[in-house]
């Protein structure tokens, strides 16, 4: 049901942002480096219950938090490198299993739609790499070694520009990712799935 929801809001995002992009003026990074932070939630998808095959553990909405580079190729294309983390409760049964930790190293490109009517205001589209470390506290202190997986994201986003060198943005974004075994004393006792859905916000200040 999450990951359903991860696609649909995805995919709607990218079809209303992409049909804003109409003629007009807006702010170009052409040739500029800028730092973002930014901080917001994610909703994870569920993960297979430890040595219960076909059963979930319950994973909570959790805060994400981070920052990163972008620079500005041309007019519409830019890179970025974001590096993010968000850790979650885990339920089974309706008792706390533990917690999840996900640091995501995101390296993606936009298309910035800089020429529509709102001055300031440029939305953009994005899609990219993704290096998920994951790890796992149970709820008694002990821990789980979770794989390190790969990725893929989409996103839609939006920067308003306060000044040249200060915007505010928006961004929703959908990571897809193969699930990682949950080891245990160097058994494997369960499976992560990395899949998951954000909304964040924060500012981007530009050095040049």
Do not use: W
Not at 51 to 61: F, G, H, K, R
Not at 76 to 104: C, M, P, Q, S, Y
Not at 164 to 180: H, N, R, S, W, Y
């Amino acid at each position: 049901m999450k990951k359903s929801l991860v696609l649909y809001c995805t995919v709607l995002t990218l079809v209303l942002t992409a049909g804003a992009a109409i003629a007009g003026d807006g702010d170009s990074i052409k040739g500029r480096v800028g730092v973002t932070g930014r901080i917001g939630f994610l909703v994870p998808s569920d993960s297979e219950a430890f040595a219960v095959p076909n059963s979930n553990l319950n994973t909570d909405v959790g805060f994400i938090g981070g920052g990163g580079f972008i620079y500005g190729i041309d007019k519409h294309f830019a890179v970025e490198l974001d590096i993010t983390n968000t850790d979650f409760d885990a339920h089974r049964d309706g008792f706390k299993a533990g917690d999840f930790n996900t640091t995501n190293v995101s390296i993606g490109a936009q298309y910035r739609f800089v020429d529509i009517p709102v001055q300031k205001l440029v939305p953009y589209l994005g899609a990219g790499l993704d290096i998920l470390f994951n790890d796992f506290n149970f709820a008694d202190g002990g821990h789980a070694d979770v794989d390190t997986v790969a990725g893929v994201h989409v996103s839609a986003g939006a920067d308003y520009f306060l000044m040249k060198q200060l915007a505010l943005t928006a961004e929703m974004k959908g990571v897809v990712a193969p699930d990682a075994d949950i080891n245990s004393g160097g058994t494997k006792i369960g499976n992560y799935d990395p899949t998951s859905f954000s909304m964040t916000f924060g500012a981007r200040y530009f050095f040049n």
